[in-house]
């Protein structure tokens, strides 16, 4: 990727010679050589931006966008046990979601949006009133989301007081009105507190 026109950059650089200069080839040849090094160091330069993003970014340039954002790729767990996220598109997920903590977005819907980034577009949340509130995947689990589910309540933004607990239900929840899935199509909600920093003996 290009940033800008390599030799209209070059060209602009030579026009600003005084015109006593502009006859001697030799100068003109020595000053092209140095604005054609300045338009490449330039050029490597400007994509570095876009390589460290959230969206685009991949192994070491993810990484070092984690560690900006307060996010390292390894964890530890219970004092001894260490967890780390190699996998770039859930790592990638997983800064997604801590962009809204970052923020302090600690509404409803950050909290939707960031679950989503995590787990999918099932993903569900849902005040449980008294301060607390149960975030879910709204599906099964997988083998290394179970092992991980401490890192995903770490980085959810759930507001500092409000106790979280993970809703168990593999589908939508029981109950009327808007956000429930009503008599027939509901499942029983389960939800079990969580401590993303406790250790369960």
């Not at 004092?79 to 809204?100: F, I, M, P």
């Not at 787990?119 to 301060?131: D, H, K, M, S, Y």
């Not at 409000?162 to 809703?167: A, H, K, N, S, T």
Request: aromatic fraction near 8%; charge should be negative.
């Amino acid at each position: 990727m290009t940033c800008f026109d390599r030799e209209k950059v070059i060209d602009d650089g030579l026009s600003r010679l005084r015109t006593q200069y502009r006859e001697s080839p030799n100068l003109i040849a020595v000053i092209r050589h140095g604005l054609e090094q300045i338009a490449d160091v330039a050029d490597a330069i400007c994509t570095i931006p876009e390589e460290h993003e959230i969206l685009s970014g991949v192994g070491d340039q993810l990484t070092n966008v984690g560690k900006r954002l307060g996010w390292p790729r390894c964890h530890c767990v219970c004092g001894n046990t260490n967890l780390c996220q190699s996998d770039d598109e859930v790592y990638r997920g997983y800064l997604l979601a801590r962009r809204y903590q970052v923020l302090r977005l600690f509404d409803v819907v950050s909290l939707e949006i960031a679950a989503a980034h995590i787990w999918g577009a099932t993903a569900n949340v849902r005040n449980l009133g008294g301060a607390r509130v149960a975030v879910g995947p709204g599906r099964a689990l997988t083998a290394s989301e179970t092992e991980q589910i401490q890192l995903a309540f770490r980085v959810l933004p759930i507001a500092p007081g409000i106790q979280p607990f993970l809703e168990t239900a593999t589908g939508p929840v029981w109950g009327f009105g808007a956000g429930w899935a009503g008599l027939c199509d509901g499942r029983w909600s389960c939800p079990v507190e969580i401590d993303p920093y406790g250790c369960d003996e």
